[in-house]
């Protein structure tokens, strides 16, 4: 799920883009309210809870409804969760794949099938705090990315796309995009959602935008996914990226949120948090009282695109409520 270098703060597709006073109005908008935070959170009384992370290989939103490709889409369809079936099968899951058993025609030598992140949550009435700390896997020697050794990502929805309350961030990665079965030779589609496309095939949405006009209204209705990252280098600062998910992978200029990350006896530890209150349209209003769905993703050993580690769908809310993680104020 890694961010573009360089996008507008809302920008919609290649058709069309909002008018451009608009556009630098929200940026301006955003550059205001978004600030690092002044205190960080005392994470020693919050207990963990470990997500684990598998590797996925080629499996698409499209894989996961064919019944001829995934055994479990016909209970998919019907409205099962992937994590009511699939729970527990993580490590299994992530091994079969990584091996190239299924759904990776090129695997990696010695690349571990899956890892756990250890997760906390918290807020302070003003700001959402993540904490994520894992133990990387051996170095494979293979570096698709050579500038960044790790990027970590936290993916959040508010229910307004029920596809990623089904399935995380499955609902954001499709058969067509970079390094997937049905990608293009010289494609560069990132994740999106398919209410941006005018139809999804077997392959994918391919291209194939609704017109602006539409993409702009799916905007204002919530239709989108908001991410947060931090990239990873060991001894330098831990980058900042923020951004959102309709029609591609589209990055907030400046980013909303904040990075902070260590590096310390073979473990990551990095904090990720965004103020509470929304700095513009494509950012969540984060609340009390409203349960959200987070995935989480981890790029390791210098990985890019589709070979990263990933979660099933989670809840969470804050200050209290019947959810995976509850960030009670701190």
């Known amino acids: 799920m890694r961010a573009p270098d360089s996008t507008a703060y809302l920008q919609l597709p290649r058709p069309s883009r909002l008018p451009r006073l608009v556009a630098c109005a929200l940026t301006a908008l955003a550059s205001t309210l978004v600030a690092t ?56 899951m992530g091994q079969r794949i990584v091996s190239g058993e299924k759904l990776e ?29 894992w133990k990387p896997g051996p170095a494979s020697g293979s570096k698709m990315d ?7 990502t936290v993916m959040l929805g508010d229910g307004a796309v029920k596809e990623a309350t089904r399935a995380g961030c499955w609902a954001t990665c499709h058969d067509d995009a970079i390094g997937m ?9 990132t994740k999106y959602l398919g209410v941006s496309r005018v139809k999804l095939a077997r392959t994918g949405g391919g291209e194939n ?32 990226v923020s951004g959102y998910v309709l029609d591609r ?20 530890t990095v904090e990720l948090s965004r103020a509470l209150a929304a700095a513009g349209p494509t950012q969540k209003a984060l609340a009390a009282g409203k349960t959200y769905t987070v995935g989480f993703a981890l790029h390791d050993d210098y990985t890019d695109h589709r070979y990263h580690y990933v979660s099933l769908e989670h809840t969470l809310t804050l200050d209290g409520g019947n959810a995976d993680f509850v960030a009670a104020k701190r």
């Open 37 to 92: 935070p002044s205190l960080a959170v005392d994470w020693s009384g919050v207990k963990a809870r470990e997500v684990a992370l598998f590797y996925p290989g080629q499996g698409s939103w499209e894989w996961a409804l064919t019944e001829k490709d995934h055994s479990g889409a016909p209970k998919f369809r019907d409205g099962k969760n992937c994590a009511t079936c699939h729970e527990g099968e993580q490590k299994d």
């Open 105 to 133: 025609p090129q695997p990696i030598a010695g690349k571990p099938g899956s890892s756990t992140m250890e997760v906390r949550t918290a807020n302070d009435g003003e700001r959402l705090y993540f904490q994520l700390r």
């Open 146 to 152: 050579p500038d960044e050794a790790a990027h970590v």
């Open 181 to 189: 079965a049905s990608a293009p030779a010289d494609g560069k589609i």
């Open 209 to 240: 935008y609704k017109p602006a006009a539409d993409l702009e209204k799916l905007v204002q209705e919530g239709m989108f996914l908001e991410y947060w990252q931090a990239e990873l280098n060991p001894g330098k600062p831990a980058e900042a």
């Open 249 to 268: 992978r589209h990055k907030h200029t400046p980013a909303a949120s904040s990075a902070s990350a260590t590096f310390a006896d073979g473990w990551w």
